[in-house]
């Protein structure tokens, strides 16, 4: 069975800081996702890679997959109030139809 | 707001009885998903659906069950509650296959007392 570790599980940090996140798997991902979720809704798909070795910008975030496809990491920069949330990982498993979730970074970025 | 909505947004029951939970999906998606989220277990898929009929089963226990209806809503049926059940209810709904994004709703809390 597949196990998905997210470190680390909580992070505070001051307005205007970077921090990285982090995804491991115990088993070669088949799609990675990233998710932020935020009190009293719903996660929010934030990326989707599939190929080893690739980088992806969103706005102030990047998200890298690892070569071997069982790691990954979210980088923020300068990060706001408003990024604070629970950011989750999952895979979707094989066939794309099982999917699997970390138990979740908890961010809270004080302004 | 996803264009997922879920009612009742919150559910208080005692041990033993049944509830339903009820998904209305994004306009024009096929595929709904349910998930769990607990605080010791994490969010874990349960089931899905697509267009009508069940088409993929993640960690769904045998005293639950779900189905789709013609008009595309989903209902999640919890019975023989447990305390072990308190927890949110997600539902998801993606235009055909889990690689499609899945949008998910507000959730629904359920707590069993």
């Known amino acids: 069975t597949q196990l998905l570790e997210q470190s680390p599980q909580f992070l505070s940090i001051q307005e205007g800081e970077n921090l990285t996140v982090y995804c491991n798997s115990s088993s070669v991902f088949s799609s990675l996702q990233w998710y932020r979720q935020e009190p009293g809704e719903g996660p929010v798909l934030l990326v989707t890679?599939?190929?080893?070795?690739e980088v992806k910008k969103l706005k102030r975030l990047t998200f890298q997959f690892g070569d071997a496809r069982k790691d990954s990491s979210l980088h923020i920069t300068a990060a706001q109030p408003g990024d604070t949330g629970l950011y989750l990982c999952?895979?979707?498993?094989?066939?794309?139809?099982?999917?699997?979730f970390g138990a979740g970074t908890r961010l809270t970025v004080k302004p | 707001d996803s264009g997922v909505t879920q009612t009742p947004k919150h559910l208080i029951t005692a041990t033993g009885q049944r509830v339903t939970l009820r998904c209305s999906p994004r306009?024009?998606?096929?595929?709904v998903y349910w998930y769990q989220q607990s605080l010791d277990q994490g969010l874990q898929f349960l089931i899905q659906y697509y267009n009508g009929e069940e088409r993929a089963k993640g960690n769904i226990l045998e005293r639950f069950s779900a189905q789709q209806f013609p008009d595309l809503h989903s209902e999640l049926n919890l019975s023989s509650l447990e305390l072990g059940d308190s927890a949110l209810y997600f539902c998801?709904?993606?235009?055909?296959?889990?690689?499609?994004?899945?949008?998910f709703g507000p959730g629904t809390r359920l707590t069993v007392l």
């Open positions: 306009s024009g998606d096929l595929s």
């Open positions: 890679v599939v190929t080893g070795g």
């Open positions: 998801a709904s993606s235009p055909r296959r889990p690689t499609d994004t899945q949008y």
């Open positions: 999952a895979d979707l498993g094989e066939n794309n139809n099982d999917m699997r």
